[in-house]
């Protein structure tokens, strides 16, 4: 048996002037009344017993209860008699309720997967009670809690809340799950008791252990006009629904520290917390747009020693009341507390391990889109590190690297980006309006690709090659159809002075090798392996097999030599030849080699390159020009935000 009681015996006073004297569990919300929602989810979860608690309204809502609409689900009445609060209610009904059994208020509109719900409490049995909590867009007008990182409740914070106080956007969604046993102690305490207000602080504080079950699905209360008018709004265009955990959703997963806030080398406290601007106005664009958002960070200030959870938890709460105010707000935080090295006077050995969730390993990527049931192909990943960049390829989800932070010139990592955008304000911008212009350009070259074809994407430095080769594989994938790109500047020579002409930089020869291995992949994956060379900017080595490319994969060679690769092997029918405007696309050649320490050299052999170029990409089969959605480069903007000493030839600093 799976039982749940609802508080409905409200007096609704705030909602008068709309429902009159009708009690608020049978306000409509979209030719249904609320308590018929809530009996729908319950029966569609496997709950086949409700207790009603009634006070105010109790002989309409019997009424209801025996009319043509009445649910499929056993509903009992209680009369609650003299008001007692939330908690003071359910201590009088423990005699009629089951051994375990979840709270719901008779005002809220809840759209949240309670057999998951269930199935995460059960997993705590010593637990006196699972909490469901979900950050949103007003949390200073709600009770909000603090969570270890077990996912224990150490504190409540019950609303009105200090004016000045940092706290965590963790509010109490008003849905339990309860274990009689664990509340019996509590029977003889005075009325009036609310759980968030007195009941759950005096049972934390007792020794008892309440868990919290973070979900990002719908749940509001409808206690005041403006409420009720929004729930029934969010019915009225689908966002309930599509709120659930039922279905997969697309998300943007978001690194701290240089993405979203100064990088300062370490951060340990809150007080140094600086945010960028624009990041609260962005994230509440994804926020309305109904994507989930979390943030995934290596934080191995833990491992050494130089902060512990609590201070992390303040960290991140500065952090929820900065973005509060802009009405933004992340569904989950997850952080790697690990480091791999010892050494550090005052570091925790037990953290000094080598795990899958510092990234660049996939651990934290993979946990929340479980967590958040995400659609791996439909998400993102923004953050400013080759370890961010890693951490997404690993786990098949697209990454956009900003230039604040490390800007990608961390050089820990032999990961390049195929999307790049200065900020996080710009990649969020780029996810909603920009990414689906691209899209539309690329919708005849899209239609025309195939399993176990070759594409070649080339065209002048800083034309949006890497953009169209990066679009082009998510598409497709999202499609079911296997892609991978092959970037070919992990070709480009620096072991020695480059060659005659202008493909001279590269090892033209060993491309047209992994070129005719790749044809391999029909009968078994095939792995390239690119030469060890340092890289096309004189970068540190990396240590990193090549691409993998699976059975049935479309394979999209994106680089400056992609045509004369093409022309070399006979493939000019899969040419792509993107084109730029040239005054924009020198600003940006100009900034990305000042931004990468780029040598002289090298500006030299671009330029020497663009002539040959221009002449391939006459030739080739199609084009395509993202004039106008790629921008020139960021104005007023150092490189590097912060670290003029991280140029491209340092190793940079392990975050």
Same mark, same amino acid.
């Given at each position: 048996m799976?039982?749940a009681i609802i508080l409905?015996?409200?007096?609704?006073t705030?909602?008068r002037s709309?429902l009159?004297?009708?009690?608020?569990s049978l306000a409509?919300v979209?030719?249904?009344?609320?308590?018929?929602?809530?009996?729908?989810?319950?029966?569609?979860?496997?709950f086949?017993?409700?207790v009603l608690?009634?006070?105010?309204?109790a002989?309409?809502?019997?009424?209801w209860?025996a009319?043509?609409?009445?649910p499929?689900?056993?509903?009992?009445l209680?009369?609650?008699?003299t008001?007692r609060g939330?908690a003071?209610?359910?201590l009088?009904?423990?005699?009629?309720?089951?051994?375990?059994?979840?709270?719901?208020?008779?005002d809220?509109m809840?759209?949240v997967d309670?057999?998951?719900?269930w199935?995460?409490?059960e997993?705590?049995p010593?637990?006196?009670?699972?909490?469901?909590?979900?950050?949103n867009d007003?949390?200073?007008?709600?009770?909000?809690?603090?969570q270890?990182?077990?996912?224990?409740?150490?504190?409540?914070?019950p609303h009105?809340?200090?004016k000045r106080?940092?706290?965590?956007?963790?509010?109490?969604a008003?849905?339990?799950?309860?274990r009689?046993?664990a509340?019996?102690?509590?029977?003889?305490?005075?009325p009036?008791?609310?759980?968030a207000?007195?009941?759950?602080?005096?049972?934390?504080?007792?020794g008892a252990?309440?868990?919290?079950?973070?979900s990002?699905?719908y749940i509001?209360?409808?206690g005041?006009p403006?409420?009720?008018?929004?729930v029934r709004r969010?019915?009225?265009?689908g966002?309930?629904?599509?709120a659930?955990?039922?279905?997969?959703?697309?998300g943007v997963l978001i690194?701290?520290?240089g993405?979203l806030?100064r990088d300062?080398?370490?951060?340990?406290?809150?007080?140094g917390?600086?945010v960028?601007p624009?990041?609260?106005a962005?994230l509440?664009?994804?926020n309305q747009a109904e994507?989930r958002?979390?943030?995934i960070t290596?934080?191995?200030?833990l491992a050494r020693?130089q902060?512990?959870?609590a201070?992390?938890?303040?960290i991140h709460?500065?952090?929820?009341?900065?973005?509060a105010?802009?009405g933004?707000y992340?569904?989950?935080?997850?952080?790697c507390?690990?480091?791999?090295?010892a050494?550090v006077?005052?570091e925790v050995?037990?953290?000094?391990?080598?795990c899958d969730c510092?990234?660049?390993?996939?651990g934290?990527?993979?946990r929340a889109?479980?967590?958040l049931?995400?659609?791996?192909a439909a998400s993102w990943?923004?953050?400013d590190?080759?370890?961010?960049?890693g951490?997404a390829?690993?786990?098949?989800?697209s990454?956009?690297l900003?230039?604040?932070g490390?800007?990608?010139l961390d050089?820990?990592?032999?990961?390049?980006p195929?999307?790049t955008?200065?900020?996080?304000?710009?990649?969020?911008?780029?996810?909603l309006?920009d990414?689906?212009?691209?899209v539309?350009?690329?919708a005849?070259?899209l239609?025309?690709?195939?399993?176990?074809q070759?594409w070649?994407?080339?065209?002048?430095?800083?034309?949006?090659?890497?953009t169209?080769?990066a679009?082009l594989a998510?598409e497709l994938r999202?499609?079911g159809q296997?892609?991978v790109?092959v970037q070919l500047d992990?070709w480009?020579?620096?072991d !020695?002075?480059? &060659?005659p002409?202008a493909w001279?930089g590269? +090892?033209?020869?060993?491309?047209v #090798?992994? %070129?005719? =291995?790749?044809n391999?992949?029909?009968?078994?994956?095939?792995?390239?392996?690119?030469p060890a060379?340092a890289?096309r900017f004189?970068?540190?080595?990396?240590?990193r097999?090549?691409?993998?490319l699976?059975?049935?994969a479309?394979?999209?060679w994106?680089?400056?030599?992609?045509?004369?690769?093409?022309r070399r092997?006979?493939?000019?029918d899969r040419?792509?030849q993107?084109?730029?405007a040239?005054a924009?696309?020198?600003?940006?050649?100009?900034h990305?080699a !000042?931004?990468? &320490?780029a040598?002289?050299?090298?500006?030299e +052999?671009?330029?020497?390159e663009? #002539?040959t %170029?221009v =002449?391939?990409?006459m030739?080739?089969a199609?084009k395509?020009s993202?004039?106008?959605?790629?921008?020139?480069?960021?104005?007023g903007?150092t490189?590097?935000e912060h670290?003029?000493?991280?140029?491209?030839?340092?190793p940079?600093?392990?975050?």
């Amino acid at each position: 048996m799976r039982q749940a009681i609802i508080l409905a015996g409200g007096q609704g006073t705030r909602l008068r002037s709309v429902l009159g004297d009708l009690p608020k569990s049978l306000a409509d919300v979209g030719g249904t009344p609320l308590l018929g929602h809530q009996l729908r989810l319950l029966a569609r979860h496997g709950f086949d017993d409700v207790v009603l608690l009634v006070g105010h309204g109790a002989d309409q809502i019997r009424a209801w209860l025996a009319g043509p609409q009445r649910p499929s689900i056993p509903v009992r009445l209680l009369h609650d008699g003299t008001p007692r609060g939330t908690a003071g209610a359910v201590l009088a009904a423990l005699p009629d309720l089951a051994a375990e059994f979840a709270v719901l208020y008779g005002d809220t509109m809840p759209e949240v997967d309670l057999a998951r719900f269930w199935a995460c409490h059960e997993v705590d049995p010593a637990a006196a009670g699972s909490l469901l909590l979900h950050a949103n867009d007003h949390p200073r007008d709600c009770d909000r809690v603090e969570q270890d990182s077990a996912g224990n409740i150490v504190r409540f914070h019950p609303h009105p809340h200090p004016k000045r106080a940092w706290l965590p956007n963790l509010v109490n969604a008003a849905l339990y799950i309860l274990r009689r046993d664990a509340l019996a102690a509590w029977r003889d305490a005075a009325p009036p008791l609310d759980f968030a207000k007195d009941l759950f602080p005096r049972m934390v504080s007792a020794g008892a252990r309440l868990r919290g079950y973070q979900s990002p699905e719908y749940i509001m209360d409808i206690g005041t006009p403006a409420r009720l008018d929004r729930v029934r709004r969010a019915f009225a265009d689908g966002a309930i629904g599509r709120a659930g955990l039922e279905q997969p959703r697309p998300g943007v997963l978001i690194d701290r520290d240089g993405t979203l806030n100064r990088d300062v080398s370490h951060l340990r406290r809150a007080e140094g917390l600086e945010v960028f601007p624009g990041v609260g106005a962005a994230l509440r664009r994804l926020n309305q747009a109904e994507w989930r958002t979390a943030v995934i960070t290596n934080q191995p200030v833990l491992a050494r020693g130089q902060a512990d959870e609590a201070a992390l938890r303040r960290i991140h709460a500065r952090l929820d009341t900065e973005l509060a105010v802009d009405g933004a707000y992340f569904d989950r935080y997850y952080y790697c507390p690990h480091h791999p090295d010892a050494g550090v006077p005052g570091e925790v050995a037990a953290l000094k391990i080598v795990c899958d969730c510092r990234k660049p390993a996939p651990g934290l990527v993979l946990r929340a889109a479980r967590d958040l049931n995400l659609d791996p192909a439909a998400s993102w990943v923004i953050g400013d590190s080759t370890a961010d960049l890693g951490a997404a390829e690993a786990a098949g989800v697209s990454a956009i690297l900003v230039r604040t932070g490390n800007g990608g010139l961390d050089g820990r990592h032999r990961f390049e980006p195929g999307f790049t955008q200065p900020d996080f304000a710009a990649a969020v911008g780029f996810i909603l309006d920009d990414y689906r212009r691209i899209v539309d350009a690329g919708a005849a070259l899209l239609a025309a690709m195939h399993p176990n074809q070759d594409w070649f994407v080339g065209g002048p430095a800083r034309s949006g090659k890497s953009t169209v080769a990066a679009m082009l594989a998510r598409e497709l994938r999202q499609r079911g159809q296997p892609a991978v790109v092959v970037q070919l500047d992990a070709w480009a020579r620096t072991d !020695a002075q480059p &060659g005659p002409g202008a493909w001279g930089g590269y +090892a033209i020869d060993l491309l047209v #090798e992994a %070129l005719g =291995r790749a044809n391999g992949r029909r009968a078994a994956p095939v792995e390239l392996a690119p030469p060890a060379y340092a890289g096309r900017f004189g970068r540190s080595e990396w240590s990193r097999p090549g691409p993998t490319l699976p059975p049935g994969a479309t394979v999209i060679w994106d680089g400056v030599v992609a045509l004369e690769l093409a022309r070399r092997c006979g493939r000019a029918d899969r040419t792509i030849q993107v084109d730029a405007a040239e005054a924009p696309r020198l600003v940006r050649v100009r900034h990305e080699a !000042a931004r990468r &320490g780029a040598s002289a050299a090298w500006r030299e +052999a671009e330029a020497g390159e663009h #002539e040959t %170029l221009v =002449r391939l990409g006459m030739a080739a089969a199609h084009k395509i020009s993202l004039d106008g959605l790629l921008g020139a480069a960021p104005s007023g903007r150092t490189p590097l935000e912060h670290r003029p000493d991280a140029v491209a030839h340092g190793p940079g600093r392990r975050r």
